[in-house]
T-cell receptor, first 114, second 109 residues
């Protein structure tokens, strides 16, 4: 959906560095999410936010930190990057965070950690 | 254990043939959402189906929550339908979608 913007499209990082993945949505939605897609794995849920509050966190590592500065922004900060973090990271949004809502996905940020 | 399973893993069709994609899930949900993932990765929401049958153009989704299954029927396939079809179940109150591995569809002329 062109109204969900993710930046950058591609990102190459060195092991141990820190990066921030940007997500902005202009759909007027109140819930936002992060998912990760690694090679040969299904899309994995990471975080959900509703009205800028954390609803669910399924990441085992504190190296992944979502940041919500505005209602329509949910950035993802990743620290101490590892090669295993290489994946495509998708941001999504929905009207609210409760059942019944269709989620719409951004184009993804493809991260490669060397 | 894979909580959302899709079959077949891949499917090859001649243009204009129909396709039936299956999704079964072991976790509780009250909604199934079908997505299309383009080569290159972008996800497009196709249908979201709490239960029963929903249709959008050439796509029909049938979900039977009690039996923990859903299907996606694609009629009169076109070359541009080629890509990966993903089934996802929605968790209660958190918005968490749990995805299957997908069905890779190739439609040939």
């Amino acid at each position: 959906d062109p109204k969900i913007i993710q930046k950058p499209k591609y990102l190459v990082a060195v092991t141990g560095s820190e990066k921030i993945l940007i997500c902005e949505q202009y759909l007027g939605h109140n819930a936002m999410y992060w998912y990760r897609q690694s090679a040969k794995k299904p899309l994995e849920f990471m975080f959900s936010y509703s009205y800028q509050k954390l609803m669910d966190n399924q990441t085992a590592s504190s190296r992944f930190q979502p940041q919500s500065s505005k209602k329509n922004h949910l950035d993802l900060q990743i620290t101490a990057l590892k090669p295993d973090d290489s994946a495509t990271y998708f941001c999504a949004s929905s009207q609210t965070g409760v059942n019944q809502d269709t989620q719409y996905f951004g184009p993804g940020t493809r991260l490669l950690v060397l | 254990e894979q909580q959302v399973q899709q079959s077949p893993a891949s499917l090859v069709l001649q243009e204009a043939e129909n396709a039936e994609l299956q999704c079964s899930f072991s976790i509780f949900t009250n909604q199934v959402q079908w997505f299309y993932q383009r080569p290159g990765g972008r996800l497009v929401s196709l249908l979201y189906n709490p239960s029963g049958t929903k249709q959008s153009g050439r796509l029909t989704s049938t979900t039977v929550i009690k039996e923990r299954r859903s299907s996606l029927h694609i009629s009169s396939s076109q070359i541009t339908d080629s890509g990966t079809y993903l089934c996802a179940t929605l968790g209660a109150n958190t918005g968490k979608l749990t995805f299957g591995h997908g069905t890779i569809l190739r439609v040939h002329p």
